[in-house]
């Protein structure tokens, strides 16, 4: 089935039939320019006065150019050595907002009865705060290490891993609906890079948020305009 464009900057291509929100049981959202307006990575850099440099890897890692995620965030992450903890406060409190219509969806979502997944390759400092903000069942992201209120450059293995990439965060939705006794295809997927393809390519509905063309063209909705509870024209709340 071809693309079609149902209202403007609203794609959808190869929908399943099941169309109402309740049908699906765990929504998994991206954090970094899919949730939030930002990447972490890149405004933490800033206050290391490094964001040309680490924003340059940023990209070309989201478009897909650099096919090992882990080794491009263990390269700008070391960057970030020396930048204090109150500096990442600085970018929660001035510079994160959450992206439009990101608190409807959520809530629209657990009304109807579905688990809410954040699944980043960013921050534990960042997707803490956005979790508890928004009341987001389950979370998986990165530690950057930390010693006397300055980061070490570096990030701490965790009970699942090392790095949250796209091959864990795949890993991460199917485990989590494992969990919860559901099947893949009960689950929605939504991100903008190149790394969110991995776990929107199991799930039953994929859905591309201001995304890489690489990543629109292989989502069953793109967001294109406009905020993410543009998926509730597609999937009706009730």
Same mark, same amino acid.
């Given at each position: 089935m071809p693309a079609n464009e149902i209202s403007p900057g609203l794609i959808v291509q190869n929908l399943p039939?099941? &169309?109402?929100?309740?049908?699906?049981? &765990?929504i998994a959202f991206d954090m970094d320019s899919t949730l939030i307006n930002i990447e972490c990575v890149d405004e933490i850099a800033d206050a290391a006065g490094r964001k040309a440099e680490v924003s340059? @890897?940023? =990209? *070309? %890692?989201?478009?897909? =150019?650099?096919?090992d995620y882990k080794d491009s965030l263990r390269k700008r992450v070391a960057l970030l050595k020396g930048v204090s903890v109150a500096s990442m406060q600085q970018v929660y409190d001035q510079r994160? !907002?959450?992206? +439009?219509? %990101? *608190?409807?969806? /959520?809530?629209?979502?657990k009304q109807a009865g579905l688990k809410v997944l954040l699944v980043s390759g960013g921050?534990?400092?960042?997707?803490?705060? @956005?979790? =508890?903000?928004?009341? @987001?069942?389950?979370?998986?992201?990165? #530690?950057?290490? =930390?010693?006397?209120?300055?980061l070490t450059g570096a990030m701490v293995d965790q009970p699942w891993g090392d790095i949250c990439d796209g091959n864990e965060k795949r890993r991460t939705l199917l485990e989590v609906a494992s969990l919860l006794g559901i099947s893949p295809a009960q689950c929605i997927a939504m991100g903008d $890079?190149?790394?969110? &393809? +991995?776990?929107? $390519? #199991?799930a039953?509905?994929? /859905? *591309?948020?201001? %995304?890489? +063309?690489a990543v629109r063209?292989? *989502? !069953? #909705? %793109? @967001?294109?305009?406009?905020? &993410?509870?543009?998926?509730?024209?597609v999937l009706k709340p009730a």
């Amino acid at each position: 089935m071809p693309a079609n464009e149902i209202s403007p900057g609203l794609i959808v291509q190869n929908l399943p039939a099941a &169309l109402k929100l309740a049908d699906y049981k &765990l929504i998994a959202f991206d954090m970094d320019s899919t949730l939030i307006n930002i990447e972490c990575v890149d405004e933490i850099a800033d206050a290391a006065g490094r964001k040309a440099e680490v924003s340059a @890897i940023t =990209e *070309a %890692a989201m478009r897909g =150019e650099i096919t090992d995620y882990k080794d491009s965030l263990r390269k700008r992450v070391a960057l970030l050595k020396g930048v204090s903890v109150a500096s990442m406060q600085q970018v929660y409190d001035q510079r994160l !907002q959450l992206n +439009p219509g %990101a *608190a409807a969806l /959520v809530a629209a979502c657990k009304q109807a009865g579905l688990k809410v997944l954040l699944v980043s390759g960013g921050f534990t400092f960042f997707t803490d705060r @956005i979790r =508890e903000r928004l009341g @987001i069942d389950f979370a998986r992201s990165n #530690v950057l290490g =930390e010693k006397d209120g300055a980061l070490t450059g570096a990030m701490v293995d965790q009970p699942w891993g090392d790095i949250c990439d796209g091959n864990e965060k795949r890993r991460t939705l199917l485990e989590v609906a494992s969990l919860l006794g559901i099947s893949p295809a009960q689950c929605i997927a939504m991100g903008d $890079g190149a790394n969110d &393809l +991995p776990m929107m $390519g #199991v799930a039953g509905l994929s /859905v *591309a948020y201001h %995304a890489k +063309p690489a990543v629109r063209e292989k *989502a !069953q #909705v %793109a @967001i294109n305009s406009g905020g &993410l509870d543009r998926l509730l024209e597609v999937l009706k709340p009730a």
